[in-house]
């Protein structure tokens, strides 16, 4: 089996024109709505500000590979983990057994890096992600529509994961509590009823939900070779038939020797909720992503935690909603 960079792509070495790369971004940039002080509307969705030249720079320098493994996801709907999972999965062979496993010492956002943020693009330089070994992971919460062309143009994989609206909205909306002062640019009010407003009407990190899960639930009907679509709740239901069915996906499967191993539960429990966030480096690190803690990524790691905040009437609201977004494509949360 290939395997994996286990450390963050090198230093840069593909410069771009400064200031023609810097006027462009700032032109961009500058032409977008803003809201809360933190959220740019770009290419029809809410997209961090601090994150818009990162966006640019991957639109228009990432060059996919056939082999590449892309993890897509709306923020809260358990990237972490599906970071976590990939990344053993894929590296089974090298590590599983190792006393010394990446996942042990290393935060999965620096195991399986954003393409949007600044670790690929810094300054005014593009990472040379071709140093990377086979099969890359890279993960986005680009919505299908905004991913690079050559992504969608190649035959690379993506991985898409969802949560259902209620659980995203709260797991969203602690996160914000948490580490919000360190993506706004100025202060924004953050009660859970004005939060909820602006969930509702399109306006969180990276949504609106509804468009962005459609974005790639549509794609995954006509390409199933392509996108995987994968549900939080599913994954929590029955981890082991949808982990095969991931390996299958990526053309990865477990072989009889390996399920007979319990390789399939190693990979499970490495990646549990238990597991990494009783780690030291996930305890008291801070990730890549923003210098935001590595502890801030594991909270609950329930279904339904979304009873404990929402009254009956914000149930109604989104539950609504979502019944208007999806009925007519069959997607059920
Ligand atoms: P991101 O999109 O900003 O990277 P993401 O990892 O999707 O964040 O969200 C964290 C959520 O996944 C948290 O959910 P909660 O707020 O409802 O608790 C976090 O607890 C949960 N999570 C993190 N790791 C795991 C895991 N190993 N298993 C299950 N859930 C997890």
């Known amino acids: 089996m290939a ?3 286990p450390v963050p792509p090198p230093p840069t070495s593909e410069s771009l024109e400064e200031d023609e790369l810097n006027q462009e971004v700032r032109d961009v940039i500058s032409s977008l709505p803003t809201v809360e002080g933190w959220l740019s509307h770009y290419q029809g969705f809410w997209i961090p500000t601090k994150c818009m030249h990162g966006v640019l720079a991957t639109q228009k320098h990432l060059q996919a590979h056939e082999t590449d493994i892309l993890l897509a996801t709306i923020p809260k709907a358990g990237t972490t983990w ?12 090298r590590y599983l057994d190792s006393q010394q496993h990446p996942l042990l010492a290393n935060n999965p956002h620096t195991l399986l890096p954003f393409l949007e943020t600044k670790l690929f693009y810094k300054k ?11 099969p890359r992971l890279f993960a986005t919460h680009l919505s299908y529509s905004s991913l690079p062309t050559s992504v969608k143009n190649s035959t690379c994989k993506i991985v898409y994961v969802c949560r259902n609206p209620k659980d995203t909205f709260v797991s969203q909306w602690h996160f914000q ?5 360190l993506m706004v640019t100025k202060p924004v009010s953050n ?22 899960v459609l974005s790639y639930w549509i794609e995954s009907l006509e390409k199933p070779e392509k996108v995987f679509f994968l549900k939080y709740e599913e994954m929590k239901e029955q981890p082991i038939i949808h982990l095969k069915r991931l390996a299958e996906f990526l053309g990865c499967s477990f072989s009889p020797e390996e399920e007979e191993k319990g390789r399939v539960n190693d990979i499970l429990k490495l990646c549990s909720f ?3 966030s009783n780690l030291e480096i996930n305890k008291k690190g801070k990730s890549s992503v923003f210098g935001i803690e590595n502890a801030s990524y594991f909270r609950k790691g ?3 935690d979304w009873k404990n905040y929402l009254t009956a009437q914000m ?17 059920k949360f």
């Open 274 to 276: 238990d597991n990494l």
């Open 191 to 212: 009660s859970l009823e004005q939060s909820f407003n602006n969930f509702c009407r399109g306006m969180s990190v990276y949504g609106p939900f509804w468009d962005h």
């Open 315 to 331: 149930v109604e609201r989104l539950d609504c909603i979502t019944e208007e977004k999806f009925h007519t494509v069959g997607l």
């Open 3 to 5: 395997t994996h960079q």
């Open 177 to 181: 509590n948490k580490v919000g002062a």
């Open 124 to 134: 005014n330089e593009v990472s040379d992600l071709t140093l990377l070994t086979s």
């Open 82 to 93: 599906l970071k976590a999972i990939l990344f053993a999965l894929v590296n089974r062979v």
């Open 302 to 304: 329930e279904v339904g």
